[in-house]
């Protein structure tokens, strides 16, 4: 009875984070139409999903009993190209996290100016409690049941929050096996993300973390600021945060505070990034009892003495109940919407700058696209020259969010939607609304 209340808690938690996230995401949304006065029509449009996908799909397991699983996919808008964003699996997937994650990635992908449009998706469970074989055939299953919701030129799914390159092959070789066999190398770039020997790309897999790395630097050096002793403390240790952080220490900064799922740990003198990213994928307990450092509560993780934070976790996890704790004078959004509107009302009232999320975590789907492109055009590139490629991106995106910022007296995530939504308004002004 207990288990069964706890695991009924935890779902009614997670069902009032992601309603949160779904409001969350339609409050910047109009706060950056109304300063632009949006057309109403398109206002319309942009305030809802295009589709929402549930499916309910039968696994086998190694038990030989069969479970049904939820999947979800929703893609919110098109206006620029097929929609694109991850599929993640994780106990808080449900239509209304996927509805809100899929509304930043039609932002994100406009902002840095790609043919992409935005959807996200996954399956809502814990893929720690299944066997390798068991995700595999649960992914394949899911795959199955998508059909033709998913497409290379329709809508290409991703990586993401559990989820990586294993799994992106499956869902591709399963995709293409239903193909007629003189189409399938055809379809690789139904999904991005792969692993480098089956259509991935060099450099995909440290896109995200670098990209946060990038902004924080581009922020710096357009503040005549040196990140060398700079503290900073990072929430989520899984791709995005073990690249970020790795980055960072080349640059000088100083790791000095780490949240997974497992513990809170500080150091004043600093975590050493390998060493720690060596022992939480070996320890079966993340960073729990990394040596040298002091577990901490998990509540006075924001309150750590920092001068960067770097929230690479799930949504909402920074909110008027800690929001005022925060010693930082910069936070880089790793996650997707990981600061609620209450919290960032008090952080900007606070004088902190925020690099918002559809621009400081937009690496991994400028790299998506080029991984995209190599398959559509059947080239190789090397891990330089998208490196080179994606710096550019991110640059050209960075100084248009500040300069428009600057100019119009405005925090620069509301400067970055605004950047966003005018590039889709301009699309739908142009080719009108059918019929």
């Not at 620029?80 to 996927?98: E, I, N, Q």
Request: a neutral charge; one cysteine or more; charged letters at 20%.
């Amino acid at each position: 009875m207990i288990t069964l209340e706890k695991e009924k808690l935890q779902k009614t938690r997670a069902k009032t984070q992601a309603t949160g996230m779904v409001e969350n995401v339609l409050g910047q949304f109009n706060n950056a139409a109304d300063q632009i006065d949006l057309n109403p029509n398109i206002r319309r449009i942009l305030s809802v999903t295009t589709n929402e996908i549930i499916i309910h799909f039968p696994v086998k397991l190694d038990s030989g009993e069969v479970a049904i699983f939820k999947g979800y996919r929703v893609q919110h808008n098109n206006a620029l190209g097929p929609y694109k964003g991850g599929l993640r699996y994780h106990d808080t997937v449900d239509v209304d996290a996927a509805k809100a994650l899929a509304m930043w990635m039609t932002w994100k992908t406009s902002l840095a100016g790609l043919p992409y449009g935005g959807a996200k998706g996954g399956i809502q469970i814990n893929p720690k409690l299944y066997s390798q074989s068991e995700l595999e055939r649960i992914t394949r299953r899911f795959t199955y049941a998508l059909g033709d919701n998913i497409g290379p030129e329709h809508d290409i799914p991703a990586p993401d929050v559990n989820t990586n390159a294993q799994t992106m092959a499956w869902i591709a070789d399963t995709y293409m096996s239903t193909k007629s066999p003189s189409e399938r190398s055809t379809y690789q770039h139904v999904v991005t993300g792969k692993p480098v020997g089956s259509g991935g790309l060099e450099g995909r897999d440290r896109a995200t973390g670098y990209g946060v790395y990038l902004c924080i630097k581009l922020w710096a050096d357009a503040n005549n600021i040196s990140l060398k002793a700079k503290k900073y403390s990072v929430q989520g240790f899984g791709n995005v945060g073990n690249w970020a952080a790795y980055f960072m220490e080349k640059d000088g900064a100083v790791l000095v505070g780490v949240q997974d799922a497992f513990a809170s740990i500080y150091s004043e003198e600093g975590i050493g990034v390998e060493a720690l990213f060596n022992y939480a994928n070996t320890s079966g307990r993340g960073i729990k009892n990394f040596p040298n450092t002091l577990e901490i509560n998990k509540d006075d993780f924001f309150s750590i003495d920092c001068d960067i934070l770097i929230p690479a976790a799930l949504g909402n996890q920074i909110t008027e109940d800690n929001a005022e704790r925060i010693k930082a004078s910069l936070i880089a959004e790793g996650a997707n919407g990981p600061i609620n509107a209450a919290g960032e009302r008090i952080l900007l009232d606070k004088g902190v700058t925020i690099i918002p999320d559809i621009l400081c975590n937009s690496g991994g789907v400028i790299t998506s696209y080029f991984e995209w492109l190599q398959n559509r055009n059947g080239e190789l590139w090397k891990l330089d020259e998208v490196i080179a490629k994606l710096e550019n991106k991110l640059r050209t995106s960075f100084q248009n969010v500040s300069r428009t910022a600057e100019e119009r007296g405005i925090d620069m995530r509301t400067s970055a939607y605004i950047l966003a939504i005018e590039r889709i308004e301009k699309a739908y002004v142009q080719r009108g609304i059918f019929p």
